[in-house]
T-cell receptor
Framework: SQQGEEDPQALSIQEGENATMNCSYK?????LQWYRQNSGRGLVHLIL?????REKHSGRLRVTLDTSKKSSSLLITASRAADTASYFC???????????FGQGTELSVKP | GAVVSQHPSWVICKSGTSVKIECRSL??????MFWYRQFPKQSLMLMAT?????????EQGVEKDKFLINHASLTLSTLTVTSAHPEDSSFYIC??????????????FGPGTRLLVL
């Protein structure tokens, strides 16, 4: 069953602004991952954060993880029109195990 | 690296026919492959997990006799939708993991196959 809930479901911002997406989950995890999906395409892995980590950066991406609240956030700074896509969080309970995806956030960045 | 392809990218078929979808890891050996389906504006739902040379493990509610999965080699997995019906119309996506230990945490996704059953 789906265990990840994301909010907002949709987010529309102007180019240059920051975008923040949140993800909550229900059970204990080994790691949490964020993926991006352009319309009608496959998913691209963005970043992985392990349960013993609290924050991680990759380029314009910043991910936080709060295991006590069972939540994570993805921040995209200085957004670009090319960042327009759906973003999904996914949790795994063990290494190499199956991923349970959240409902996703549809991000629209207007030029 | 870590490129996954799917074939076909889209298929239209008549109700009652069977459709085979191929998933290939092009530049790595996929120790495990996963099959998902995705309805419009929805998230990915895991259908099954397959390891090379062994039977796939299906998620609850997924009919294994309807969705046949074969993982014959470390670079190829196939999903066959048997006796397809309009409600099977969906976007089917595969993914693979490689290596051992932490390397297996990341899944590499194919571009998806859009199936329309008339």
């Amino acid at each position: 069953s789906q265990q990840g809930e994301e909010d907002p479901q949709a987010l529309s911002i102007q180019e240059g602004e920051n975008a923040t997406m949140n993800c909550s989950y229900k059970t204990s995890i080994n790691n949490l991952q964020w993926y991006r999906q352009n319309s009608g395409r496959g998913l691209v892995h963005l970043i992985l954060i392990r349960s013993n980590e609290r924050e991680k950066h990759s380029g314009r991406l910043r991910v936080t993880l709060d295991t006590s609240k069972k939540s994570s956030s993805l921040l995209i700074t200085a957004s670009r029109a090319a960042d327009t896509a759906s973003y999904f969080c996914a949790t795994s309970r063990n290494q190499g195990g199956k991923l349970i995806f959240g409902q996703g956030t549809e991000l629209s960045v207007k030029p | 690296g870590a490129v996954v392809s799917q074939h076909p990218s889209w298929v239209i078929c008549k109700s009652g026919t069977s459709v085979k979808i191929e998933c290939r890891s092009l530049d790595f050996q996929a120790t495990t492959m996963f099959w998902y389906r995705q309805f419009p504006k929805q998230s990915l739902m895991l259908m099954a997990t397959s390891n090379e040379g062994s039977k796939a493990t299906y998620e609850q509610g997924v009919e294994k006799d309807k969705f046949l999965i074969n993982h014959a080699s470390l670079t190829l997995s196939t999903l066959t939708v048997t006796s397809a019906h309009p409600e099977d119309s969906s976007f089917y996506i595969c993914s693979g993991t490689r290596g051992t230990g932490p390397m297996r945490e990341t899944q590499y996704f194919g571009p998806g196959t859009r199936l329309l059953v008339l």
